[in-house]
């Protein structure tokens, strides 16, 4: 397809005049969702699924995300979702294994991440960051590049 073809279909739905009151940034992130996660979004974003905001991995969790950078953030959700944009449902469980510092799992078909339990914040951190950063098998957003 060419770009006209784009233009024309977008413009099916969208009436031109409407494009005078909008960038092409805003209209980005209406479609796509904002590259930047901030933890507020991210929050509103999260369900817990037999886990108490109080558990000791919940506040270690958001210890972590507070101390991640955007970019971070963004590849810790295309780890548990697929995506690296919100709007996205996020689920946590509690990993059943017994075991302490492992590397947290996901299922990006439910959203759903695999929490571990961590003997301190900079384990979780580390942990986390690893996942986000080295596990990129799936990757829904379609970035074809040399991650993988």
Known sequence: MDGQSYREGFLSVVPEAALNL?????????????PE??????????????LEASDERMKMFWEAMT??????????????????RLPCPLYISPNKASAIDCLPESS??????????????TVAEQKLRYAAY?????????NLGNEL
Not at 108 to 121: A, F, K, V
Not at 134 to 142: K, M, R, W
């Open 22 to 34: 909008i960038t092409w940034r805003e209209i980005e992130i209406r479609i796509c969702g904002n």
């Open 37 to 50: 996660i901030t933890i507020e979004e991210l929050r509103k974003s999260v369900h817990l699924d037999e």
């Open 67 to 84: 101390n991640f950078s955007y970019e971070d953030r963004s590849r810790f959700l295309r780890f548990v979702t697929g995506r690296k």
């Open 108 to 121: 990006t078909c439910s959203n759903t991440l695999y929490l571990p339990r961590y003997s301190s914040i």
């Open 134 to 142: 080295n596990c990129v098998a799936i990757d829904t957003d379609l």
